[in-house]
């Protein structure tokens, strides 16, 4: 039972590109600040998977260890966005984004 | 039998992802966005990484996602009020991301597939090999890492506060 003699690499590149677009897909589609959060969410786990992808075809386990940073860095980013995200809501009654476009040229 | 349960595993990793896009009720996306994570970890038990595959469940499913149910349950998210872009926007997204994603398996159709120097090694996934090569070789970034979680929970705290004065 091991997927790396049968599927080849080429695969999972293909999927997880897939997915990565699926991601900015969402971030361009929606207009709700939590669904963007979630797609980027999707982005990182394509990255993640590609990650752990070539560190099982190289055996070489520095590949999942960087994924484990990653997940650290994604449960940080997660938790301060959606601190942002709740301060937004207090002060415009909105989860749209289109509402913060004080920066906008 | 491994290359149908990649086929099915990849098919429902895309359509959950996808519905994760385009459903309009904010919960029903997390929820998508639950299943996408487990047929993930799906693929990870396939590629012989068993503790990431665990971690993976642990940490995206039961905290970050019950973090967003959370949050929009609180903020009482739902159909009603959820902000719509115009059909023209919703049109050049879903045409930008289909270019970038020729551009993407355009790059990675000339790629030349890469040969694996070391020898082949069923059990890196397992716990042992990965504790040995995280509190060894990655023990600085490791640290780190905790101070990058403290300063997250530090400014969480600070943003949450009402006001400051």
Same mark, same amino acid.
């Given at each position: !039972?091991?997927?790396?003699?049968?599927?080849?690499?080429?695969?999972?590149?293909?999927?997880?590109?897939?997915?990565?677009?699926?991601?900015?897909?969402?971030?361009?589609?929606?207009?709700?600040?939590?669904?963007?959060?979630?797609?980027?969410?999707? !982005?990182?786990?394509?990255?993640?998977?590609?990650?752990?992808?070539?560190?099982?075809?190289?055996?070489?386990?520095?590949?999942?260890?960087?994924?484990?940073?990653?997940?650290?860095?994604?449960?940080?980013?997660?938790?301060?966005?959606?601190?942002?995200? !709740?301060?937004?809501?207090?002060?415009?009654?909105?989860?749209?984004?289109?509402?913060?476009?004080?920066?906008?040229? | 039998?491994? @290359?149908?349960?990649?086929?099915?595993?990849?098919?429902?990793?895309?359509?959950?992802?996808?519905?994760?896009?385009?459903?309009?009720n904010p919960v029903h996306s997390v929820l998508y966005l639950v299943l996408t994570f487990?047929?993930?970890?799906?693929?990870?038990?396939?590629?012989?990484?068993?503790?990431?595959?665990?971690?993976?469940?642990?940490?995206?499913?039961?905290?970050?996602?019950?973090?967003?149910?959370?949050?929009?349950?609180?903020?009482?998210?739902?159909?009603?009020?959820?902000?719509?872009?115009?059909?023209?926007?919703?049109?050049?997204?879903?045409?930008?991301?289909?270019?970038?994603?020729?551009?993407?398996?355009?790059?990675?159709?000339?790629?030349? @597939?890469?040969?694996?120097?070391?020898?082949?090694?069923?059990?890196?996934?397992?716990?042992?090999?990965?504790?040995?090569?995280?509190?060894?070789?990655?023990?600085?970034?490791?640290?780190?890492?905790?101070?990058?979680?403290?300063?997250?929970?530090?400014?969480?705290?600070?943003?949450?506060?009402?006001?400051?004065?």
């Amino acid at each position: !039972m091991n997927a790396i003699e049968v599927i080849p690499l080429n695969w999972y590149l293909l999927l997880s590109t897939v997915l990565f677009t699926i991601g900015v897909l969402g971030v361009l589609f929606r207009r709700n600040a939590i669904i963007i959060f979630m797609s980027v969410e999707l !982005m990182l786990n394509a990255i993640n998977l590609l990650l752990v992808a070539f560190s099982s075809y190289l055996s070489d386990s520095k590949g999942q260890v960087f994924v484990f940073f990653i997940m650290a860095v994604a449960a940080a980013e997660v938790a301060v966005g959606l601190a942002i995200l !709740m301060m937004v809501y207090r002060n415009t009654k909105s989860s749209d984004i289109n509402v913060l476009n004080k920066l906008k040229w | 039998m491994i @290359t149908y349960l990649f086929s099915f595993l990849s098919f429902l990793a895309i359509m959950f992802a996808l519905m994760v896009v385009l459903s309009k009720n904010p919960v029903h996306s997390v929820l998508y966005l639950v299943l996408t994570f487990f047929t993930i970890a799906g693929h990870y038990v396939l590629l012989n990484a068993q503790f990431l595959a665990a971690v993976h469940i642990i940490v995206y499913a039961g905290a970050i996602m019950v973090l967003f149910l959370f949050v929009i349950m609180l903020l009482n998210l739902n159909k009603e009020t959820e902000p719509q872009k115009s059909v023209w926007l919703k049109a050049s997204a879903a045409i930008a991301s289909g270019l970038l994603l020729v551009v993407l398996v355009g790059s990675l159709r000339g790629a030349d @597939t890469i040969v694996a120097t070391n020898a082949f090694n069923p059990n890196i996934g397992l716990i042992e090999k990965l504790g040995k090569t995280l509190f060894g070789e990655f023990l600085l970034p490791f640290e780190v890492a905790s101070i990058l979680l403290l300063v997250a929970m530090v400014g969480a705290v600070m943003l949450g506060k009402r006001s400051i004065k």
